[in-house]
């Protein structure tokens, strides 16, 4: 995306934003007020987890429906910012992957920062037909590549996707593993294994 083009879009979503500021009133900031009031920073765990970043607040204050012109052009510059392995390969180890989706583990104030955090995917997820509980906050992914094909399209969407999930929605309520570097190149591999590799127990 060229400068004039950015500018563009940021304008644009800075008009979007002072129109939702109006209808919002300040109930926002009483209630960020109150957060940062009770959270503070423990370790790894810092205090400015509370704080939106500019996609953020454009879902947040458009109540996740911003402008689809707006939303696309935000969409297309998060995906041109995907980092795709550089061996090309990206179907990983489905074992290490299952290992992954299962440990909701990582990133609280009692972990020593450096260590290798879960994807949590369960919590959101219905993964494997032996699960006996998992959430619903998104769709079931029980069969995913059985479904959808293992092809190299699939796999570069399903990799982009779990690096930043804004890429295809800019409003998903999914972490942007790879984006915040939560997951590792290797750890979203191996989940992208787990997904799409026919010998994966979410595909039998």
């Not at 900031?29 to 704080?51: E, H, N, P, Y």
């Not at 299952?98 to 972990?111: H, K, L, N, P, V």
């Amino acid at each position: 995306m060229n400068n004039i083009s950015r500018i563009s879009l940021l304008a644009a979503a800075l008009l979007t934003l002072v129109a939702a500021a109006h209808a919002d009133g300040d109930y926002r900031a009483q209630a960020l007020s109150m957060m940062k009031q009770d959270f503070v920073t423990k370790g790894q765990a810092s205090a400015d987890r509370i704080s939106e970043d500019g996609l953020q607040a454009i879902c947040n204050r458009t109540g996740n429906k911003p402008p689809p012109e707006i939303a696309h052009r935000l969409e297309a510059d998060q995906l041109a910012g995907v980092k795709l392995p550089a061996d090309g390969k990206l179907l990983g180890d489905w074992k290490s992957g299952e290992q992954i989706a299962q440990s909701g583990r990582g990133f609280t104030w009692t972990d020593a920062p450096g260590l290798p955090v879960g994807g949590n995917c369960y919590n959101c997820h219905q993964i494997a037909p032996k699960e006996t509980s998992f959430g619903t906050v998104g769709p079931s992914l029980f069969q995913f590549g059985k479904l959808r094909g293992n092809t190299a399209e699939m796999q570069k969407y399903v990799y982009s996707k779990i690096y930043n999930a804004k890429s295809f929605n800019l409003c998903s309520a999914m972490p942007r593993f790879g984006h915040i570097g939560a997951l590792t190149e290797k750890q979203i591999k191996d989940l992208v294994g787990l997904l799409m590799d026919p010998e994966s127990p979410v595909n039998k």
